[in-house]
T-cell receptor, first 113, second 110 residues
Framework: DTAVSQTPKYLVTQMGNDKSIKCEQN?????MYWYKQDSKKFLKIMFS???????INETVPNRFSPKSPDKAHLNLHINSLELGDSAVYFC????????????FGPGTRLTVL | DAKTTQPTSMDCAEGRAANLPCNHS???????VYWYRQIHSQGPQYIIH???NNETNEMASLIITEDRKSSTLILPHATLRDTAVYYC???????????FGKGTMLLVSP
C-alpha cells in the first residue's frame, strides 16, 4: 500500500544507453513531479504534470522525456545517457497543482558508467 | 521565491527538544514557510508549514517571528529516527514549486 512507488530502485547502465524510470501513486492526486538530487545533495525540480498535462519544465535537456499515460503514473525516459545524469531521481505527487504538501517516492539511484 | 539561510549542521541529545532556525529576511507577504526533512537514502517528507501564525502538528511545531523574517522548527522530544537533513523552504501560494536549499543536518545522539 505504498503511496508513491518508483521502479527500479537502482539502475546501473552504460553511457549512450536509453533507460526509463517508472513512478506510480495510489493517492488519487492530480499532480506529479520529477526531482533530481545530484552528488552534492541538491534537490531540483525537473518536471511537473497536472492531470497528464506538462505544467513545469525546468530547462531540462530534451534527452529527458516524461510521459504520463494517466494521472496516477509519470514515467521518465532518458535517451543517450551521460555521466552527468548519475543522480538519485525522486518522483512526488500532490493533490492539486496548488497544494501545499508533496509526497515523495523512495528514489531511483541511477549510475551511468 | 525568497531565499532561506539555515545552519549547516546541528546536534541534539535524544529526548531533548531540537530547535532548528531558518532565516528568510526577504520573504514576501504571500509566501509560506515550509519544512521538509530527508532521512538518509529516503525521499523528502513533509513536516509542517505556516504563513503568519505558529503551527503545531503531530510531528513538530513551527514558530514564525512577528516580522516573518525568521522561523524555528521545534521537534519537542527528538529521537534517533529524527536524524535527517531538514529543509526550510519559502514558497508562494498558487502554482509555484518547492526549491530545496542545502538544509540543516540534524544529528540526534543517545
Amino acid at each position: 500500500d505504498t503511496a508513491v512507488s518508483q521502479t527500479p530502485k537502482y539502475l546501473v547502465t552504460q553511457m549512450g544507453n536509453d533507460k526509463s524510470i517508472k513512478c506510480e501513486q495510489n493517492l488519487g492526486h492530480d499532480t506529479m513531479y520529477w526531482y533530481k538530487q545530484d552528488s552534492k545533495k541538491f534537490l531540483k525540480i525537473m518536471f511537473s504534470y497536472n492531470n497528464k498535462e506538462l505544467i513545469i519544465n525546468e530547462t531540462v535537456p530534451n534527452r529527458f522525456s516524461p510521459k504520463s499515460p494517466d494521472k496516477a503514473h509519470l514515467n521518465l525516459h532518458i535517451n543517450s545517457l551521460e555521466l552527468g545524469d548519475s543522480a538519485v531521481y525522486f518522483c512526488a505527487s500532490s493533490p492539486r497543482r496548488d497544494t501545499d504538501t508533496q509526497y515523495f517516492g523512495p528514489g531511483t539511484r541511477l549510475t551511468v558508467l | 521565491d525568497a531565499k532561506t539561510t539555515q545552519p549547516t549542521s546541528m546536534d541534539c541529545a535524544e529526548g531533548r527538544a531540537a530547535n532548528l532556525p531558518c532565516n528568510h529576511s526577504t520573504i514576501s507577504g504571500n509566501e509560506y514557510v515550509y519544512w521538509y526533512r530527508q532521512i538518509h537514502s529516503q525521499g523528502p517528507q513533509y513536516i509542517i508549514h505556516g504563513l503568519k501564525n505558529n503551527e503545531t502538528n503531530e510531528m513538530a511545531s513551527l514558530i514564525i517571528t512577528e516580522d516573518r523574517k525568521s522561523s524555528t522548527l521545534i521537534l519537542p522530544h527528538a529521537t534517533l529516527r529524527d536524524t535527517a537533513v531538514y529543509y526550510c523552504i519559502v514558497r508562494a501560494g498558487g502554482y509555484s514549486t518547492l526549491t530545496f536549499g542545502k538544509g540543516t543536518m540534524l544529528l540526534v545522539s543517545p
